[in-house]
């Protein structure tokens, strides 16, 4: 298990590293209509939810530090009115790195264990993060759930434990119909689940299953990674992660070690689910270590 385990790691610092070394310059933010005043942004990192109206702009994560400036000016394309609120999904730094420029002009709000973690250093394999400029802590934390009242709308996040991390939540434009699931949804992609920061694969197919129970036909659904999604999506999603781990969890029973298990492979339905960063291999790995193997 351990050796699973530091592989993934190895995966996601490797993947930071190169985020880190990328030119920043050739990045470019686009705005994505959801519907009325909600909008995606894309550009390098996790994708931003975006409220703009009467009350100001309100956005859901903030990708990384050195594209504050675009995500700045696309917000301004959007709206005039100043940035009040940014909301954390979780704590990884694709979807925090701007926290603490964005937290110089808004309250960041996210659950309690985000601020317990951007705020402390932590150990990455052989790499130690150091802990995050006290401007880009959340100042506003919750256990459970907690609710904004802006432009126009009831905006909710709701803590969903022990999935892609312990400290996830997903944001409920409840007016709008959107809702914006962070890493606990990867549209069209094998996911990612960050066992050392309290993920687990069971809780990410469970979460999932209680997102689609509360939501509608019509939902938008904005994803951490990949194409503005919907309930079909995140169903096909869903029926994608119950399908895999019921493979792997099948030939485990049998006895197959994890090398026999990566060279079968999982259901060919799911080949494309593969990514660069999280390939077919490595999602088996991911599940085999959750469920407690000991190789």
Same mark, same amino acid.
């Given at each position: 298990?351990?050796?699973?385990?530091?592989?993934?790691?190895?995966?996601f610092v490797a993947s930071g590293q190169a985020d880190a070394q990328q030119n920043w310059d050739e990045v470019v933010i686009e705005a994505h209509p959801v519907v009325g005043n909600i909008y995606m942004l894309t550009g390098?990192?996790?994708?931003?939810?975006?409220?703009?109206?009467?009350?100001?702009i309100l956005i859901v994560d903030d990708q990384y530090a050195p594209l504050a400036d675009k995500i700045k000016a696309a917000l301004r394309g959007l709206h005039a009115g100043p940035l009040k609120f940014v909301l954390n999904?979780?704590?990884?730094?694709?979807?925090?790195?701007?926290?603490?420029?964005?937290?110089?002009?808004?309250?960041?709000?996210?659950?309690?264990?985000?601020?317990?973690?951007?705020?402390?250093?932590?150990?990455?394999?052989?790499? *130690? +993060?150091?802990?995050?400029?006290?401007?880009? @802590?959340?100042?506003?934390?919750?256990?459970?759930?907690?609710?904004?009242?802006?432009?126009?709308?009831? +905006?909710?996040?709701?803590?969903?434990?022990?999935?892609?991390?312990?400290?996830?939540?997903?944001?409920?434009? *409840?007016?709008?119909?959107?809702?914006?699931?962070?890493?606990?949804?990867?549209?069209?992609?094998?996911?990612?689940?960050?066992?050392?920061?309290?993920?687990?694969?069971?809780?990410?197919?469970?979460? +999932?299953?209680?997102?689609?129970?509360?939501?509608?036909?019509?939902?938008?659904?904005?994803?951490?990674?990949?194409?503005?999604?919907?309930?079909?999506?995140?169903? *096909?999603?869903?029926?994608?992660?119950?399908?895999?781990?019921?493979?792997?969890?099948?030939?485990?029973?049998?006895?197959?070690?994890?090398?026999?298990?990566?060279?079968?492979?999982?259901?060919?339905? @799911?080949?494309?689910?593969?990514?660069?960063?999280?390939?077919?291999?490595? @999602?088996?790995?991911?599940?085999?270590?959750?469920?407690?193997?000991?190789?």
């Open positions: 298990m351990l050796r699973c385990i530091s592989l993934l790691v190895f995966i390098s990192g996790g994708n931003i939810g975006v409220s703009v109206g009467d009350d100001g999904t979780h704590f990884h730094g694709d979807h925090v790195g701007g926290n603490p420029i964005f937290g110089l002009e808004a309250t960041i709000i996210a659950h309690t264990n985000v601020r317990k973690r951007v705020s402390t250093p932590r150990q990455r394999g052989v790499q *130690t +993060i150091p802990a995050m400029a006290e401007d880009g @802590w959340p100042v506003i934390t919750y256990d459970e759930a907690v609710s904004i009242h802006f432009n126009g709308e009831e +905006i909710r996040l709701v803590h969903i434990p022990d999935g892609h991390t312990d400290n996830d939540s997903y944001v409920y434009f *409840t007016g709008s119909d959107v809702i914006h699931m962070g890493d606990t949804f990867f549209n069209g992609r094998f996911p990612f689940v960050d066992l050392r920061s309290g993920g687990t694969v069971a809780g990410l197919e469970r979460n +999932i299953g209680r997102v689609l129970s509360m939501i509608g036909p019509d939902t938008r659904v904005i994803p951490g990674h990949g194409d503005l999604g919907d309930r079909a999506a995140l169903q *096909t999603y869903h029926d994608m992660l119950v399908a895999t781990i019921e493979s792997v969890r099948a030939m485990m029973a049998e006895g197959k070690t994890l090398d026999e298990i990566k060279a079968a492979g999982l259901p060919e339905k @799911w080949a494309g689910y593969a990514s660069d960063f999280v390939p077919e291999a490595r @999602w088996i790995e991911t599940i085999y270590a959750s469920y407690g193997a000991s190789e």
